[in-house]
């Protein structure tokens, strides 16, 4: 925790002894306030908000506190450090809104792919791998984190496109003997490069040619259109 983080815990924690109406030993003792966790969703949104602007180290509970219109005291009775906040709001990222019932199905491998590709899901593809990247001081230092990572931002991608691939195999399309699971974590892993590495956009360009030309061809199919 940053040395401003540490007066604002403090000043918190007077905020929060006046708010629970903490009184003195000689006092006669009163249950303070049942704590309210219906402000819980906006605060964890906005400490991904604000994760995705400004990383891990340069992240604030101040900054989450404003962003959520809460009060310090509010977070730091929930949330004592910074790190606890922070995989708590991992944990609840959302997942992908497709879930395996509604999966596209057009029939082939490349169509289902392609219509994955929506504005909404690129945007928050984005915003994932961006948090993922204000992550990056952490993962090393906590297996915890970075298991939590995984499974909000890589894992529900991962998971459709192996559901896809399998749907693929069923149906004949694709041999048995493709290599599922590696086909799945292509195009996350690839998004992940081209956006922290490369610092370019994913937009629709670059996942059509992550499609046609390596998800496709390496499931067996030819290249390009002509697997359709």
Same mark, same amino acid.
């Given at each position: 925790m940053t040395q401003s983080d540490s007066l604002a815990?403090?000043?918190?924690?007077?905020?929060?002894?006046?708010d629970t109406g903490a009184e003195s030993p000689a006092s006669s003792p009163r249950l303070g306030r049942k704590r309210? *966790?219906?402000?819980?969703?906006?605060?964890?949104?906005?400490?991904?908000d604000v994760l995705a602007e400004t990383g891990f180290d340069g992240?604030?509970?101040d900054m989450v506190a404003a962003r959520a219109k809460a009060g310090k005291a509010t977070l730091y009775r929930r949330w004592p450090s910074k790190a606890e906040l922070v995989l708590d709001a991992v944990v609840c990222m959302k997942a992908a809104d497709i879930s395996p019932a509604s999966l596209p199905d057009t029939g =082939?491998?490349?169509?289902?792919?392609?219509?994955l590709i929506k504005p909404r899901s690129i945007e928050e593809g984005e915003k994932k791998l961006q948090v993922m990247a204000g992550l990056v001081s952490m993962l090393s230092q906590s297996p915890e984190l970075a298991e939590a990572a995984n499974a909000a931002i890589v894992e529900p991608r991962a998971a459709l496109n192996r559901l896809l691939l399998q749907r693929a195999v069923d149906r004949g399309e694709i041999s048995p003997d493709c290599d599922i699971?590696?086909?799945?974590?292509?195009?996350p892993a690839m998004a992940a490069f081209r956006i922290?590495?490369?610092?370019?956009?994913m937009d629709r360009e670059f996942l059509m040619s992550l499609i046609d030309g390596v998800i496709?061809?390496?499931?067996?199919?030819? *290249?390009?259109? =002509?697997?359709?």
């Open positions: 815990r403090a000043e918190a924690v007077a905020e929060l002894e006046a309210d *966790h219906t402000r819980d969703p906006d605060i964890l949104a906005a400490a991904i992240m604030t509970i =082939s491998l490349r169509g289902d792919l392609i219509a699971d590696t086909l799945a974590v292509l195009m922290l590495v490369q610092r370019k956009p496709v061809p390496a499931a067996g199919l030819g *290249h390009g259109r =002509s697997a359709q």
